[in-house]
């Protein structure tokens, strides 16, 4: 995709003006946050576009030189022939740096994984996938807090719901949502037999509470005694929160801590971003049906991987794309092919798209 040069040096005008404005010492306040958010979207287009051109410049001149010397002849045609084959890698580094961005991309996320099909080996492997993401979590830099866990006698997860912290969380996260499946022999079968088993996960990016107002009286607010597994002290106090949202019918469930109030603020928490996701699909809605054709919705009734254990491989049906490193992708070391690879193909859908 060839960006015309007129568009590149708006581009850099553009972030000239930024720059300056910001260096005036003149900005406070909102203004001075609104600018500096349009500086960190604008910069890396500008140095995308700075090189495009500079290389595009250098073409232009070394193949208008006329000279007589042949050993100088030979030199420059070397320097073509290795800007001939650089420039494309901008252009397209460019191009990808052009894209529209998810404004929610830079948000930290709330990573929900639920126990589905399989009974105790599903939760088994809910766990797994939990700590696949801690270990990605931890390569990435990210600092991963679980909010609320229910477990079942065996350690795995009947449902745990984090929060994940960090640079970029959301922009690399957001293709895990749908359903996982796995195909092995569970540590419950006497029999050898493989079996197939599932979990659903949920990522949704974390608002602040700017983004999302919610009405008090919107909420119906229920307080009962904790029950389950929690320790020892959760039959003791009524401190378990039930909170539903009204007007869109979510529920957020929460007994994690003794503390009432705990309970009722992990609780807003992921209320809050339930809406936001909500709300966030509502206005995407044909952004959502272009992603679907790309990499899948992302939505949780969506078979979107398999990790079978006796072949060691997963697969990502979405794109069609298998590993047979099973440990490593589970470790969480080896997740990042998968997620660079969804990226990518993300990325060039959109490009095609921007071409079409």
């Keep these: 995709m060839t960006i015309p040069d007129d568009r590149l040096s708006q581009i850099r005008h553009r972030f000239a003006e930024l720059e300056a404005r910001l260096a005036s010492g003149t900005l406070e306040g909102e203004a001075f946050v609104a600018s500096s958010r349009d500086y960190a979207e604008v910069e890396p287009v500008a140095r995308a576009a700075e090189a495009v051109q500079a290389m595009r410049g250098e073409l232009a001149e070394l193949r208008a030189l006329d000279d007589n010397d042949a050993d100088m002849k030979a030199l420059a045609a070397e320097e073509v022939a290795r800007l001939e084959a650089e420039l494309p890698a ?27 099909t399989g009974g105790d080996e599903a939760a088994l492997f809910a766990a797994d996938l939990f700590r696949m993401y801690q270990g990605y979590a931890a390569q990435q830099g990210w600092r991963v807090e679980p909010i609320s866990v229910a477990s079942n006698d065996l350690g795995g997860y009947k449902e745990i719901v984090a929060n994940v912290t960090g640079t970029g969380v959301f922009a690399k996260m957001k293709f895990e949502s749908g359903v996982h499946r796995v195909q092995r022999v569970p540590v419950t079968e006497s029999g050898g037999r493989i079996h197939t088993s599932a979990a659903t996960v949920a990522v949704l990016p974390e608002p ?23 320790g020892q002290h959760v039959n003791t106090t009524d401190s378990a929160v039930r909170i539903t949202h009204l007007p869109t019918g979510i529920v957020v469930a929460m007994q994690d801590e003794r503390s009432q109030h705990r309970n009722r603020d992990k609780a807003m928490q992921v209320l809050r971003a339930r809406i936001y996701e909500a709300r966030r699909a509502e206005v995407h809605g044909a952004e959502a049906e272009a992603r679907k054709a790309m990499v899948g919705s992302g939505d949780r009734s969506e078979r979107i991987r398999t990790y079978n254990f006796p072949q060691g491989r997963v697969t990502d049906h979405r794109i069609n794309l298998t590993l047979h490193r099973l440990p490593e992708v589970l470790e969480g070391t080896g997740l990042g092919e998968l997620v660079d690879a969804l990226i990518a193909e993300d990325q060039a859908k959109r490009l095609a798209a921007m071409g079409d």
């Excluded at 602040?208 to 904790?226: F, G, M, P, T, W």
């Design 90 to 116: 901008a252009e397209q580094a460019l191009a990808i740096a052009m894209l529209p961005r998810d404004s929610a991309d830079v948000r930290p996320a709330m990573l929900e994984i639920r126990a589905g």
């Design 208 to 230: 602040a509470e700017v983004d999302v107002s919610i009405d008090q009286n919107d909420l119906k607010i229920d307080i009962y005694r904790s029950s389950g597994a929690g």
